[in-house]
T-cell receptor
Framework: KAGVTQTPRYLIKTRGQQVTLSCSPI?????VSWYQQTPGQGLQFLFE???????NKGNFPGRFSGRQFSNSRSEMNVSTLELGDSALYLC????????????????????FGPGTRLTVT | AQSVTQLGSHVSVSEGALVLLRCNYS??????LFWYVQYPNQGLQLLLK??????LVKGINGFEAEFKKSETSFHLTKPSAHMSDAAEYFC????????????????FGKGTKLSVKP
């Protein structure tokens, strides 16, 4: 089974521009989460999409947005780029179903892609 | 609010020595806990997970972790370090989701860089 793929792998943008990053989840996975990784702040959750709807959102400004398509592929967009947006952006996919009757609910661990390294100059 | 604390941003061990990476969590309800490893210029790879079944969890590459509720800890261990274990390790926590399974928003610790000396 193919893993999570992210494109592009590297990107250089100028302050004030906007950027779109793409993530293709593992086949059969319907949940996609996005994370930002920086040396100063570490790994921070951006948002999660499931069935084309945003389910969870982290504490990031409105310049950060995302969407999910019917095939579960997801994109995130950052508008009006700032120098501080330079980071590794990681996408993770997981299987999300419904709660099983009885017993422990299934665990849906997240599988990460290789990331997109964004540099803002 | 949930949080994760990893004690020690850098840990150095000799090849063949015990690896112990510490993780303490804060959560108001029984959480899901994870350990991930990240090699340079790569994404995160899942090492193991705790889902409230067995408290001693075995993962890949000889790693294991023990969930201790009384200590709110989930430390990662490996009996004998190998040079290939040099990487950064992240402990993460998530809530239980309404749809079953874990929530999609992992809360990560700051990470521990493991160095292995020959």
């Amino acid at each position: 089974k193919a893993g999570v793929t992210q494109t592009p792998r590297y990107l250089i943008k100028t302050r004030g521009q906007q950027v779109t990053l793409s993530c293709s989840p593992i086949s059969g996975h319907r949940s996609v989460s996005w994370y930002q990784q920086t040396p100063g702040q570490g790994l921070q959750f951006l948002f999660e999409y499931f069935s084309e709807t945003q389910r969870n959102k982290g504490n990031f400004p409105g310049r950060f947005s995302g969407r999910q398509f019917s095939n579960s592929r997801s994109e995130m967009n950052v508008s009006t780029l700032e120098l501080g947006d330079s980071a590794l952006y990681l996408c993770a996919s997981s299987f999300r179903g419904s709660t099983l009757a009885g017993g422990h609910p299934p665990t849906y661990e997240q599988y990460f892609g290789p990331g997109t390294r964004l540099t803002v100059t | 609010a949930q949080s994760v604390t990893q004690l020690g941003s850098h840990v150095s061990v000799s090849e063949g020595a015990l690896v112990l990476l510490r993780c303490n969590y804060s959560s108001s309800v029984p959480p899901y806990l994870f350990w991930y490893v990240q090699y340079p210029n790569q994404g995160l790879q899942l090492l193991l997970k705790y889902t409230s079944a067995a408290t001693l969890v075995k993962g890949i590459n000889g790693f294991e972790a023990e969930f201790k509720k009384s200590e709110t800890s989930f430390h990662l261990t490996k009996p004998s370090a190998h040079m290939s274990d040099a990487a950064e390790y992240f402990c993460a926590v998530s809530d239980r989701g309404n749809y079953g399974g874990s929530q999609g928003n992992l809360i990560f610790g700051k990470g521990t860089k493991l160095s292995v000396k020959p």
